[in-house]
Antibody, heavy 118, light 108 residues
Framework: QVQLQESGPGLVKPSQTLSLTCSVS??????????WSWIRQTPGKGLEWIGY???????YYNPSLKSRLTILVDTSKNEFSLKLYSVTAADTAVYFC????????????WGQGTMVTV | EIVLTQSPATLSLSPGERATLSCRAS??????LAWYQQKPGQAPRLLIY???NRATAIPARFSGSGSGTDFTLTISSLEPEDFAVYYC???????????FGQGTRLEI
């Protein structure tokens, strides 16, 4: 059973970089056509998809965040990461990592989420 | 960006009753529509994918229908554990767009 776990600082100063890691256990991040996403949730904007990465390294970012965003994968550690640059208070949110199994349009496995305050 | 509008914002029902939740897309998403349940302090849980397919281990009282721009999640007979917030989510590929609705709170 694949499980995801987010980790990273819970507090980031304005203008700095928010960095989070999602560790994948119980399965391989290099599995087939799965892709691995970051999603955030705020009371005001609700759930917002941030971007995804495939184990090959290909990425796709939400256009609204693209200029401040990098998502990387480390297959040797079975994890992927998020870097969001030049953060403001508007980036305060619960950040989730999630899997989309290849061939499906939905996120079937989610991490528990981690609260990040700017 | 495709906007998903969920209605009602809040639905007040009793255990045993039938719940009908709506999700409307600003343009066609074909059948690429999913539904999630979220309880306080938890991550969303996938209920329905491709508009009408139940995810693994989801009880049969949950069903989804619709295509194009209008979708419905139905809970046939509410159990106490069903009171939560429900979100719809779409994914279209050309160009890639993934968005969520604002949620419907199902309360006792």
């Amino acid at each position: 059973q694949v499980q995801l776990q987010e980790s990273g600082p819970g507090l980031v100063k304005p203008s700095q970089t928010l960095s989070l890691t999602c560790s994948v256990s119980g399965g391989s991040i290099s599995s087939g056509n799965d892709d691995w996403s970051w999603i955030r949730q705020t009371p005001g904007k609700g759930l917002e998809w941030i971007g995804y990465i495939h184990y090959s390294g290909s990425t796709y970012y939400n256009p609204s965040l693209k200029s401040r965003l990098t998502i990387l994968v480390d297959t040797s550690k079975n994890e992927f990461s998020l870097k969001l640059y030049s953060v403001t208070a508007a980036d305060t949110a619960v950040y989730f990592c999630a899997r989309r199994e290849g061939g499906f349009d939905a996120f079937d496995i989610w991490g528990q989420g981690t609260m990040v305050t700017v | 960006e495709i906007v998903l509008t969920q209605s009602p914002a809040t639905l007040s029902l009793s255990p045993g009753e039938r719940a009908t939740l709506s999700c409307r897309a600003s343009q066609s998403v074909s059948s690429y529509l999913a539904w999630y349940q979220q309880k306080p302090g938890q991550a969303p849980r996938l209920l329905i994918y491709d508009a009408s397919n139940r995810a693994t281990a989801i009880p049969a009282r949950f069903s989804g229908s619709g295509s194009g721009t209008d979708f419905t999640l139905t809970i046939s007979s509410l159990e106490p554990e069903d009171f939560a917030v429900y979100y719809c989510q779409q994914r279209t590929n050309w160009p890639l767009s993934i968005t969520f609705g604002q949620g419907t709170r199902l309360e006792i």
